[in-house]
């Protein structure tokens, strides 16, 4: 059962009193005696009630008039994921908010189409309708929404790194330094110089990793688990044990600007914490870089509903996340690997592609050497040198067509990226089926609810006689109806064995 406040005032104060970090990101609370809003995590003495007003996400606390909280730094809270697949205004507002998450999305310098145009454009609507469906399921408009985001995340840049401020303002989608100056003086009644001495003004910031919080349960110790048995000898290196850390090269563009580097993931299971640090070469990307990782650790899932749907049926699974990607393009070069054969052979194939193909990168990690190989490199390579790699001819097919699909912009493989149009793209394609179209939306586009059709470990997770069957594959997809919109975690807690078989559960 969900025991989310949402719209409760009453039971969100409750909330607000235990300072329980389960609704961290589902409500936040300003405070009309100081003109300050916070998460509910926060550890100053609990307001009177009479003197709280509860909203559900930090975009309504600042269109109300609210400014964030220096200590508990709302900039830090998970982000809010609302679900559906049968409401049409909830799938366009919930499009909207994973396209304005992206930090790539938030400049339009060098773009003569605004933001919002664009996202109109691709949501296939017109403006006027993006702004009420957005409004009436999220009570503010998308331009608020987004330049909320972009604030938060100065404010994150400010209090965390020594970035010079034009770099943080231009890292942050401003078009100008001025503007940013006027926005963050409007909505915070700060300049930044001074938002910055009062975030912690003896801490150095050189240093200092940036943090990132998730709302519990979450199992750390299976996603490292999980992408450790999937690292890449040179690109990244897994510490599943009592360090919980992930380090890795990273290529990302941000800001019109290609950037290249590595960083240390450190999962803080006690404080509900990922830890990053970054080289210099990343700290002008750290916004695209932040929002990679959340996804890569899933750190925005809504455990609460989640759980409300799967517990019954995967009681051992409550802190289970669905495992995503740095890379849409990656991950799926690597869904393609792995058809057909066992984890550790994709592993391997993976790992020799990167090693002829990838970049070389001088990182001060032994273990690190290489970035993954660009869409340009694969597309451009002669097939014998696949060939020589150990891919067989299907494969080398598959991977030349998706990396020219995705230089051509014919595929997205984003986060944000449209779900049903992305599947049926990649099935054009030659040699990706189903099974890996659902997998590279499980992982890369974080789509909730894909069911990779055929698995066969996954049928046999559910304890389907004759598993490998047409009839049994036919079960599962049936049986699975009645977890959407979340079948992307009811196909991980299968895999993990945390399915309880369907007689047993009665």
């Known amino acids: ?15 607000l009193c235990s300072h329980d970090a389960r609704f961290d990101g589902r409500l936040f609370v300003g405070v009309t005696s100081t003109g300050i809003y916070c998460r509910p995590v926060c550890r100053v003495r609990t307001p009177r009630r009479e003197n709280c007003r509860f909203f559900d996400h930090a975009a309504q606390a600042e269109q109300a008039g609210f400014r964030p909280c220096l200590r508990c730094r709302p900039e830090l809270a998970p982000l809010q994921r609302h679900w559906s697949t049968e409401d049409a205004s909830a799938i ?4 909207a908010t994973r396209w304005l998450d992206d930090p ?6 060098g773009d003569a189409t605004p933001a919002m145009e664009r996202l109109s454009a691709r949501l296939g609507v017109s403006s006027r309708h993006l702004r009420r469906v957005f409004e009436a399921q999220l009570g503010v408009s998308p331009l608020q929404y987004l330049l909320t985001r972009k604030l938060l995340t100065a404010k994150q840049l400010l209090a965390d790194t020594s970035l010079p401020i034009a770099q943080v303002a231009q890292s942050s989608g401003f078009a100008s330094l001025r503007r940013f100056n006027a926005a963050v003086a409007e909505h915070y009644g700060l300049n930044p110089s001074q938002m910055r001495r009062r975030a912690e ?7 200092r990793p940036v943090a990132m919080t998730w709302c519990p349960p979450y199992d750390a110790s299976a996603m490292l688990r999980f992408l450790g048995d ?3 000898p040179g690109v990244e290196c897994v510490d599943s044990g009592p360090a919980l850390t ?3 090269t990273v290529r990302l563009q941000h800001a019109g600007r290609i950037h290249t580097g590595w960083f240390t993931a450190r999962l803080e299971p006690d404080a509900h914490r990922l830890c990053l640090s970054v080289s210099d070469g990343l700290h002008l990307a750290l916004p695209a870089l932040i929002w990679r990782v959340r996804a890569l650790f899933d750190l925005d899932a809504d455990p609460h509903a989640i759980n409300a749907l799967l517990h019954a049926d995967f009681p051992a699974g409550d802190g289970l996340r669905v495992p995503g990607a740095l890379d849409g393009f990656e991950l799926a070069v690597r869904a393609v690997l792995g058809q057909q054969i066992s984890v550790a052979a994709a592993r391997t194939l993976a790992a020799r592609l990167a090693e002829r193909l990838g970049e070389p990168i001088e990182t001060g990690h032994p273990q690190l050497t290489r970035l993954f190989p660009d869409a340009e490199a694969l597309a ?9 790699l150990g891919i067989v001819r299907q494969r080398q097919a598959a991977l030349q067509a998706l990396a020219r699909a995705v230089l051509t912009g014919m595929v997205d493989l984003d986060a944000g990226a449209d779900t049903e149009r992305t599947l049926q793209t990649l099935v054009a394609l030659p040699g990706i089926g189903p099974w890996t179209a659902q997998y590279i939306a499980m992982r890369a586009l974080r789509w909730p609810d894909a069911w990779p059709v055929g698995d066969v470990a996954l049928t046999q997770a559910l304890g389907l006689p004759d598993h490998r069957s ?4 036919r079960t599962a997809q049936q049986r699975s109806q009645h977890w959407r919109p979340w079948r992307s975690y009811a196909v991980i807690r299968a895999w993990s064995g945390a399915h309880i078989p369907q007689e047993s559960s009665k």
Not at 104 to 109: K, L, N, P, R, V
Not at 380 to 388: A, I, N, T
């Open 1 to 15: 059962m969900d025991t989310s406040p949402r719209h409760d005032d009453d039971a969100r104060y409750r909330a």
């Open 92 to 95: 366009l507002a919930q499009q």
């Open 104 to 109: 790539a999305h938030w400049s339009d310098e």
């Open 201 to 207: 003004p003896d801490r150095d910031r050189t240093l």
């Open 230 to 232: 999937r690292h890449l």
């Open 246 to 248: 992930l380090v890795r």
């Open 380 to 388: 451009s390579v002669e097939p014998q040198v696949l060939g020589e």
């Open 470 to 473: 047409a009839a049994a594959h």
